[in-house]
């Protein structure tokens, strides 16, 4: 029986668990750092995702069989390239293709030179010369920090005023971190994930869901790291998703076997299918939050066996999906995706009807009970033949748990329901 370590501690992570945890290959799962819900189906590991010589070195002296990588951080900080060079098998793109989420502008730049449609943009180190071109140009207009911001590095101001603001902040006072900022075209169109598994040159594609970024209810409110999911998506048709497919995730990752960095893991494209076809909102180097929790409930193959073949880069399995759909609500820490309180108990988990999944985004054990401990703090899948059955049961859900301190967007699905 196979060992495996997930790196991460969010709902994603609760979800490549839970889903290894259903393959009959896998014995032992680790979990690091993990969090409380997780501990039901993993044992813990209390090393934090960035620690990659400590979980180099816990992988060694256990024994693991696989290491699957969760969170941008962990990339971005060069963990497959430290486990591979120790002789570790691992999922998830080396630091150089991770660059693909962790700057905007190199992401940008591959676009540009490899033709894979996006929005028109420029990329400015300069406050002054940023401010000019913004002025030049029409509102809203979307403005990107060129680095990791948690999903939090993208503001579209509607005024000039508002645009200065959001310059200054970016490039005079560094409030997001020392970068560029890519300043690009507003387009407008339902947005939809697309992950792909992607071993090199190869790109095997998941089923369809859709995020909701904004923090309330009409897609109001700030961007967080997304409030919640639901796959398939019933708007995006096959000619759609053939075009996504060979017009851009393939191309993507023909472009950076190009560039000399393959990907191998999952491409996250995030797209827009805009009165122009389909483009690039943003790639993602890993799977996405909470996406991963309406995906990988629908995966009927075994995902021990995806991860292997990508890993080696051996024979990918058939993958197959499950017809069952799956809707998602992410509850979250009043304040989120501002500045939030922790520590209130949560209650009403344990008498859910079975066939309701909750991952468990950001909660810790106090005194035995479940209190909350991160911005998004649960996310409640429900499923049904048809997305309005898999709406109404998770709700039906949701609206069970109690907790004086979240809140929660009642219309996700509004588009398709
Ligand atoms: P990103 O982190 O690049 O995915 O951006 C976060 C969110 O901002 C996206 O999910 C979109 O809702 C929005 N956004 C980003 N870029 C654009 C764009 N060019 N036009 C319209 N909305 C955008
Ligand atoms: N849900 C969007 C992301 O994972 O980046």
Not at 88 to 115: C, H, N, W
Not at 211 to 225: I, L
Not at 370 to 394: C, F, I, K, P, W
Request: charged residues 25%; aromatic residues 10%.
């Amino acid at each position: 029986m196979k060992k495996v370590l997930v790196v991460g501690g969010g709902g994603r992570c609760h979800a490549i668990v839970d889903a290894l945890s259903r393959s009959p290959q896998v014995g032992k799962i680790y979990c690091a750092p993990g969090n409380a819900g997780i501990s039901a189906q993993a044992e813990c590991v209390p090393l934090k995702e960035t620690q990659v010589d400590e979980l180099k070195a816990f992988a060694l002296e256990n024994g693991v069989d696989l290491t699957v990588v969760g969170p941008e951080v962990a990339l971005a900080a060069g963990i497959a390239d430290v486990f591979a060079a120790a002789g570790l098998r691992v999922f998830g793109p080396s630091k150089a293709a991770a660059t693909i989420e962790s700057s905007k502008d190199f992401a940008k730049q591959l676009m540009a030179k490899y033709d894979i449609p996006t929005a028109a943009f420029e990329t400015f180190e300069d406050y002054d010369q940023a401010l000019d071109y913004v002025r030049k140009g029409s509102f809203p207009v979307v403005l990107k920090y060129d680095g990791l911001a948690a999903g939090k590095g993208v503001v579209i101001p509607e005024t000039f005023e508002e645009a200065e603001e959001t310059l200054r902040d970016m490039l005079l006072d560094d409030k997001f971190g020392k970068g560029k900022v890519v300043v690009e075209e507003f387009l407008t169109g339902p947005e939809f994930s697309f992950m792909c598994f992607v071993d090199g040159k190869d790109v095997y594609p998941m089923t369809l869901s859709q995020d909701h970024k904004r923090a309330y209810e009409g897609d109001k409110g700030p961007n967080t790291g997304g409030m919640g999911a639901y796959s398939p998506v019933p708007l995006i048709d096959d000619e759609d998703l053939e075009f996504a497919m060979e017009k851009v995730m393939k191309p993507t990752a023909a472009a950076m076997v190009a560039e000399g960095c393959p990907f191998k893991g999952v491409l996250y494209g995030g797209l827009m299918k805009t009165p122009a076809g389909v483009k690039v909102i943003e790639f993602n180097c890993r799977f996405g939050d909470p996406e991963t929790e309406v995906v990988l409930p629908r995966l009927e193959s075994d995902i021990y066996d995806i991860f292997s073949a990508v890993a080696d880069g051996t024979q990918m399995p058939q993958i197959k999906w499950r017809k069952e759909v799956t809707m998602g609500f992410v509850m979250a820490s009043k304040g989120y995706p501002g500045s939030y309180e922790k520590g209130f108990e949560i209650k009403g988990l344990d008498s859910l009807p079975s066939d309701i999944r909750v991952f468990h985004m950001g909660t810790a054990l106090k005194d035995g009970q479940y209190v909350t401990s991160g911005g998004r703090v649960l996310m409640v899948v429900g499923s049904g033949e048809t997305l309005q059955d898999a709406h109404d049961n998770a709700l039906k859900a949701v609206e069970s748990i109690e907790c004086d301190n979240l809140f929660y967007r009642r219309d996700i699905g509004w588009r398709v329901l």
